[in-house]
Nanobody, 123 residues
Framework: QVQLVESGGGLVQAGGSLRLSCAAS????????MGWFRRAPGKEREFLAR????????IYADAVKGRCTISRDNAKNTVYLQMNSLKPEDTADYYC????????????????WGQGTQVTVSS
């Protein structure tokens, strides 16, 4: 059974940092592209970052470029999103997702999804 379990969300003041984690199981984690997405209240799901199977290639959306870092530990089947300089507009539910053999920002190309972790940034 495939599972992606996010953690690390919470309430933080503007300017603060959070590190999100996503623990994967039930599939060959090390062969999948991993991505992070978010959905803010009343908005569409938004791509944030993705990382290739080896961790050597990363891509970021403009909204988080320079403030976020995606990384992975294939030995632990875990992908991370370090978020710095958080803003109130970063408030959203954050999701990790796995894409098999696809290097893509399109949510529809991601096969497995976690349940999400909530991030709230206060001003």
């Amino acid at each position: 059974q495939v599972q992606l379990v996010e953690s690390g969300g919470g309430l933080v003041q503007a300017g603060g940092s959070l590190r999100l984690s996503c623990a994967a199981s039930g599939y060959t984690f090390s062969t999948y592209t991993m991505g992070w997405f978010r959905r803010a209240p009343g908005k569409e799901r938004e791509f944030l970052a993705r990382i290739n199977w080896s961790g050597m290639i990363t891509i970021y959306a403009d909204a988080v470029k320079g403030r976020c870092t995606i990384s992975r530990d294939n030995a632990k089947n875990t992908v991370y999103l370090q978020m710095n300089s958080l803003k109130p507009e970063d408030t959203a539910d954050y999701y990790c997702a796995a894409a098999n053999g696809r290097w893509t920002a399109a949510a529809t190309d991601y096969k497995y999804w976690g349940q999400g972790t909530q991030v709230t940034v206060s001003s």
